[in-house]
Nanobody, 123 residues
Framework: QVQLVESGGGAVQAGDSLRLSCAAS????????MGWFRQAPGKEREFVARISWSDINTYYADSVKGRFTISRDNAKNTVYLQMNSLKPEDTAVYYCAASARVVPITAVQYNYWGQGTQVTVSS
């Protein structure tokens, strides 16, 4: 089992930045692909970004490309999501997830999930 705990969410103004963290514990493995998802009220959970175990390969949703950066520190078992130039439409609960797949495509291909952290961006 892997436990994931997100932190760093909050309420900010449009144009501000936030950095989310996801700390992994339990049966941790640096070989997991890590991802960030988000869910806004009344909407389905959507993919935001993912990073391979080697920290070489990253992939982003078009809506956040150029504004968000995913990174990981395997020594600390932590994944980060740096969010810049935040927009009101970025408001959502952000979830960290871990997948044993090399290239997980959908949310169901992630094995472990955190409890989420709220990000609220006002205009």
């Amino acid at each position: 089992q892997v436990q994931l705990v997100e932190s760093g969410g909050g309420a900010v103004q449009a144009g501000d930045s936030l950095r989310l963290s996801c700390a992994a514990s339990g049966r941790t493995s640096s070989s997991y692909t890590m991802g960030w998802f988000r869910q806004a009220p009344g909407k389905e959970r959507e993919f935001v970004a993912r990073i391979s175990w080697s920290d070489i390969n990253t992939y982003y949703a078009d809506s956040v490309k150029g504004r968000f950066t995913i990174s990981r520190d395997n020594a600390k078992n932590t994944v980060y999501l740096q969010m810049n130039s935040l927009k009101p439409e970025d408001t959502a609960v952000y979830y960290c997830a871990a997948s044993a797949r090399v290239v997980p495509i959908t949310a169901v291909q992630y094995n472990y999930w955190g409890q989420g952290t709220q990000v609220t961006v006002s205009s």
